[in-house]
């Protein structure tokens, strides 16, 4: 099946090369919602992302022709996503808004600061826990809650079905929760108390 995919990809390469306005429009379907993930995790504003995502694509469109890739455009697409990222964050720490808004961060007080730390405490926490599934749990994990691939796109990705995508998943799922159940117990009496 995934053969099938990436065969089908490279058709769609070669007639974007060519100039087809569908290949482009399959290929945007392909990678934007992907694409648009991955920025919002960096961004946390949808609109910041959808913007990204469109200077990506119209980028795309402009150097079809230097297109060097042949079998997939995925790491080609994430690659250009990042850069975009990077310019973004670049402009916003040169705008007065942000500025601003460092200045307010600074005024925080010294509980909210508590919380953060807190809260990175959990998330390193969480990524250790993490390392301690089997290979393909952690795989599975990262697709689905960091990229948000759906199970159909993880499956196709790691070359399993889809069933054992769900299976391994519950597996994991509850694995970490049991190795957090403390640590969340502990956050949610903490945030009660505040």
């Not at 392909?30 to 694509?57: C, G, N, P």
């Not at 455009?73 to 990077?86: A, Q």
């Amino acid at each position: 099946m995934k053969s099938n995919l990436k065969d089908n990809e490279m058709l769609l390469i070669q007639a974007l090369k060519a100039g087809s306005y569908k290949a482009f429009d399959r290929i945007y379907q392909m990678y934007a919602k992907r694409l648009f993930a991955y920025s919002l995790q960096f961004t946390k504003s949808a609109e910041d992302s959808e913007e990204i995502i469109q200077d990506v694509f119209v980028k795309l469109w402009t150097n079809r022709e230097k297109i060097k890739q042949e079998d997939t455009l995925r790491s080609l697409l994430f690659i250009m996503t990042k850069h975009y990222l990077i310019n973004a964050f670049h402009s916003k720490i040169n705008d007065p808004v942000y500025e601003d808004f460092v200045d307010y961060k600074n005024e925080l007080s010294v509980n909210d600061a508590g919380q953060h730390l807190e809260y990175e405490e959990f998330v390193g926490r969480f990524t250790k826990a993490v390392e301690t599934l089997p290979a393909t749990q952690q795989k599975i994990i990262t697709l689905s809650k960091i990229q948000q691939l759906s199970n159909k796109e993880i499956a196709e990705e790691l070359s399993l079905s889809e069933q054992t995508v769900k299976n391994q998943m519950s597996i994991a799922l509850k694995a970490l929760k049991k190795m957090l159940l403390g640590i969340i117990w502990f956050l949610s009496v903490l945030l009660f108390v505040n």
